[in-house]
């Protein structure tokens, strides 16, 4: 039991130390949101209201977002609206694909393609993204189409919600969204890796010493799913 009880204290005083020194940067940095790096989530607007919804160009339906909708045999999902009648340039409307190839066009004008990644990295349905739509005062009180479609039955009808505003600002707002979830894929990156560098530290060999190094890698992995 001695064996064991050691290096489980050396490995959980360590975890502490990394823990302890995230949290305390994690403060640091919510502290200087806003003043230190300029960026406003005020300047975004959720741009979820009265959007007109229709499946492989039927009759269209007054939908506010987000929402998921039962749509198994769609081939396509459009979205249409009216853009604010005022946008500062340099502005972005983001887009959520979820398992969707997204197109985008404002005024009939083509804007956006999203078919996921090409070549190696190209997958049966495209990658979960965000995708940002640049948009100017030019584009102000324009119409707006969005059209989805997936080849997974179970993600044709998710639309989640849309924003508009600066990049940067929306960046900014999302990161913020979904804080608890980064936070959670860096710690356990953080744990992946304490678990490592024991294992090759304190010398673990045999069956113990693979085990430590798949258990560490494998969580490693699953904090980079999180993040990611």
Not at 191 to 220: D, H, N, P, R, S
Request: proline residues 3%; hydrophobic residues 45%; glycine residues 8%.
């Amino acid at each position: 039991m001695k064996d064991i009880k050691a290096p489980i204290e050396r490995m959980t005083k360590i975890f502490l130390i990394i823990v302890t020194g995230l949290t305390i940067l994690m403060i640091v940095l919510g502290m200087k949101t806003g003043n230190g790096t300029g960026f406003n989530e005020g300047n975004v607007t959720e741009f979820d209201d009265h959007w007109n919804y229709s499946v492989d160009e039927g009759l269209s339906q007054q939908i506010d977002l987000p929402q998921t909708r039962n749509v198994p045999e769609a081939h396509e999902i459009k979205i249409k609206n009216t853009l604010p009648k005022r946008i500062d340039d340099g502005s972005v409307i983001a887009v959520y694909a979820s398992f969707q190839s997204v197109t985008c066009w404002i005024d009939g004008e083509k804007k956006l393609v999203y078919n996921g990644a090409k070549d190696l990295l190209e997958t049966d349905a495209p990658v979960t993204a965000i995708v940002f739509v640049p948009v100017s005062s030019q584009d102000q009180g324009k119409s707006i189409t969005i059209e989805y479609s997936s080849t997974l039955a179970s993600r044709k009808g998710v639309l989640h919600k849309i924003l508009i505003g600066d990049k940067a600002d929306t960046i900014y707002y999302l990161v913020k969204e979904r804080i608890m979830i980064m936070a959670l894929g860096i710690i356990l990156m953080l744990i992946g890796v304490v678990v490592i560098l024991y294992k090759l530290l304190f010398g673990e060999t045999g069956k113990v010493g693979k085990a430590l190094l798949y258990q560490g890698l494998y969580i490693f992995m699953i904090g980079m799913f999180f993040l990611l």
